[in-house]
């Protein structure tokens, strides 16, 4: 993809390293806190900026100036950041806490993020036409979502969800909209109602995702890799091993690699692209600022991490 639309959310990131989570009641002592921007749409506009694909973003952030650095960060990197709205509320924050294992564990506050209406979507729509790809996530409002995707199929561009935070009785008509769907296992149990634990329940609800009408269900499982399901069938790709740091963004980073590879046919190799960009980026802390360039993917080799 030559020139993708993010549709999304933008958040100043507060990290905090912690040797385990704690239980109710506990008291853990933090090893450390970052502030670093973040958001899933503006993490996977970064990426796909820094993968040197030509990047717009539509999304709104306080005026404060918590919302000028997540500006200026993508500005950073190449994308288009005219069309972020300055908003009357308070830009989007995450709080995140990282384990030693690299997991994490996110409490978001959208703030601006709600300020997304359709009103900044049809006085945008020269980024749609000019878009291969429009790329969107749920942590803005959904009506905006459902209303971006209608445009897409208006349009005839390639519609990619990250349906993160996963909520469930998406409304069905969503579903046949999308090209593309990214969830993780926890995603995905929640978007269909089923279990994830074990491979079996996964492939079967990545099938009831696929049945619901999203074309290509594209699961994303960490370091057991990725399944794709789609109407010739389901493959699997191996993810590369590493020692992870911490996993914030890594499945952004790895979306927007992706896209940045694909052609519209051909998911194996751009998968595979997407999961040595993932790889790199666990072995990072932060969420923008784990997010190697293009040139770092392409020399990326099993023995070089």
């Given at each position: 993809m030559n020139h993708v639309l993010v549709i999304g959310s933008l958040n100043m990131d507060f990290d905090v390293y912690t040797s385990h989570r704690p239980e109710p009641g506990e008291t853990v002592m933090g090893k450390s806190m970052k502030m670093v921007p973040g958001g899933k749409g503006a993490n996977q506009a970064y990426a796909l900026a820094r993968m040197n694909v030509k990047t717009a973003m539509i999304g709104a952030v306080g005026d404060d100036p918590f919302g000028q650095m997540l500006?200026?960060?993508?500005?950073?990197?190449?994308?288009?950041?005219?069309?972020?709205?300055?908003?009357?509320?308070?830009?989007?924050?995450?709080?995140?806490?990282?384990?030693?294992?690299?997991?994490?564990?996110?409490?978001?506050?959208?703030?601006?993020?709600?300020?997304?209406?359709?009103?900044?979507?049809?006085?945008?729509?020269?980024?749609?036409?000019?878009?291969?790809?429009?790329?969107?996530?749920?942590?803005?409002?959904?009506?905006?979502?459902?209303?971006?995707?209608?445009?897409?199929?208006?349009?005839g561009k390639l519609l990619i969800l990250d349906p993160a935070p996963a909520v469930k009785d998406l409304p069905t008509d969503l579903f046949p909209l999308v090209d593309i769907a990214k969830p993780n296992e926890t995603e995905l149990s929640i978007l269909t109602g089923m279990p994830t634990n074990t491979r079996e329940e996964i492939v079967s609800a990545a099938k009831k995702l696929h049945a619901m009408g999203v074309k290509n269900v594209m699961v994303t499982l960490g370091g057991k890799g990725t399944l794709l399901v789609q109407d010739s069938g389901i493959r699997e790709f191996p993810a590369y091993p590493v020692k992870a740091v911490d996993t914030t963004a890594a499945g952004d980073c790895f979306l927007a690699s992706f896209l940045s590879q694909f052609d519209g046919q051909d998911f194996s190799a751009a998968i595979d692209f997407g999961a040595k960009a993932a790889a790199i980026a666990v072995t990072r802390p932060g969420a923008q600022s784990s997010i190697p360039s293009y040139e770092e993917v392409c020399r990326f080799s099993p023995q070089s991490r």
């Open positions: 500006i200026h960060n993508l500005q950073t990197a190449g994308v288009d950041t005219s069309s972020i709205r300055l908003s009357s509320q308070e830009t989007g924050k995450a709080f995140i806490e990282i384990d030693e294992q690299g997991q994490n564990y996110i409490t978001v506050i959208a703030g601006a993020n709600h300020d997304l209406d359709e009103t900044l979507l049809l006085d945008h729509l020269d980024l749609f036409e000019q878009a291969d790809a429009i790329v969107m996530q749920l942590e803005i409002p959904l009506p905006i979502v459902c209303q971006a995707a209608k445009l897409c199929r208006q349009k």
